[in-house]
């Protein structure tokens, strides 16, 4: 792996650290439109692509016969902070598929944000399987269970749900592999975080995937317009996808169904811009899922969808970090790289065609 | 930046996430004993180099004059997680000064221990600067203070003592470019997350110093005592020095003086090898200062350090890391890479001539 690098830490004047990887910006027919690094290479896209393995929720009917708000559906794609609002919003899911946290095979750890995880603690709670990162897009597979079951014994069908050969199961990789054209049968496979399945494919396919989502060019009917669902459905409830503080969060509570964005694990970053028609995919070689993708995924924002002033400074506080210290005094910054700029250049030029 | 892969992780058998860096093994000569990757490079050592910005509070006198613990001076060198004992024991050293925490310039942070930070969350207290993990170097700077000033007014005198050019820091600095033969005034400098300089220098150099840490070669007599001194008191009380399941205390628990490790932040890790004369400073590209980090050094100290069977058998829990998700499932590995394996067995072909 030789990825350019990306993303240049500085403090004060001076390089302290870098971050390479990879980017593919992809139309609905498959078409390259930028890329840097290599595309073509199977990585674990992870909890990037929540909102394919949410397709079936939506495709099956189980999100209309169980009534699910946009809140709840918004959850389904997440990887959440924990606070106290994804936790319930997620048990009000298991409720209306006549389940509780018990039937969560996703495991607990204490909430992502710091915040909550303190105000669990002073009250003397300890986190539960809702507060997981990824409990509402567990509590969407229960859902789908629902669908998929229709009938008695529903808590007997579900357990083991995680696992690759569960019919649950079988319906989300379906999906994923009608998304990314990726045979996924004989593509490498991981346990995620969460314990479902994740695939190794190459971000050409994923950033298609994302073109696909934004577009519903190249999806069956039922996919793409619960894809449509899907984003409106983070779109009005951006809060859901992620929460207090984070980018994904901020960025689609400014610019709305403009901008879908998930990020992952191990540094996986991906978009769909439905303006342009356009998947975005991202992988930092060295797995930072924070800084790292934050700043290569503004930038290719910043490049691609066109934004009006406030937008703009907005989208350059993200795309240029200030970094501080713990007195508040400025110590450095986040920067794109030159190879990204350029990237971002062409974007621009694009836009104006 | 081109330097070698160092780090593998793994999620099931295929590469997920890889980490790059540079490594310089050097003796008290100055010798290169190993080395992968740019070691002339200046970087940003942060808080690897403690043990180098303690020499004067212990060369001073103050550390006899005040009456400093093993576990005080300990602290002094350390990046600690702001345990309930490492915050009484920064409180023990201003006290000895006649401080109290109110003198801290290094900001408040909450701990990095997630279980000490929800014990005060759960106790209803918020953190103060002694939970920074630069409360006992900080302390250790007013300590200092006190032999350099001695008069009245401590107080008054030790108000900026994290500016390049207070008295104190002027000490401190001049002990880091004795250490390292770098010339500080030319050296680019930056702001520390705990608000004093850093100065960018070669791997080969901060090697080099930790070798005469090591072995009190090319430092003076004061400075080599005072070395001889930290790395005791630190063998002594390895908990002081970073806390609760840190890497850096579960080694120099099981290794004691054999091994003096220090990490930093950015991804930055020195050590002194007494036995073998040498010192060593990794830097990994990407700022990973934990799993990064830990298995190069990991990797190092068994290539460089003579281990019986028990020692071999926990130093490669922390070489070869398995990973584990939320369920407990394992679910991949990080392993050193081919690279740092071969420089590793030279390390070992080395130790039996």
Redesign the interface.
Known sequence: ??NP?LVN?M??????????GAVAVIDADGAIVASLGDIER???PRSAIKVLQALPLVASGAADQLGLSDAELALACASHNGEALHAQTAAAMLAKAGLDASAL??????PYL?TA???L??Q?REPTALN?NCSGKHAGFLCLACALHGGVNLRQYVAGYVKPEHSVMREVTAALQAATGCDLATA????????IP?Y?LPLRRLALAFARVGTGVGLSADHARAATRLRRAVAQAPFMVAGTGRFDTRVMERLGERVFCKVGA??VFCAALPERGLGVAIK?????NAR?CEVVMAAVIEAFVSLDDAQAMFMRTLSEVTLS?????V??QLVAAPGLRALAGSGQRGRHQ
């Open positions: 792996m030789s690098v830490v403090r004060g004047d001076e390089l302290e650290s870098s971050h390479c199977p990585i674990f095979e996703c495991g607990t750890h204490w710091d995880t303190r105000a603690a002073a003397g997981n490498a496979r991981g346990t995620d975080g969460c314990s994740t190794a191990e540094g930092i070689d060295d797995g930072n790292a210290n713990w007195n508040g005094i110590v450095g």
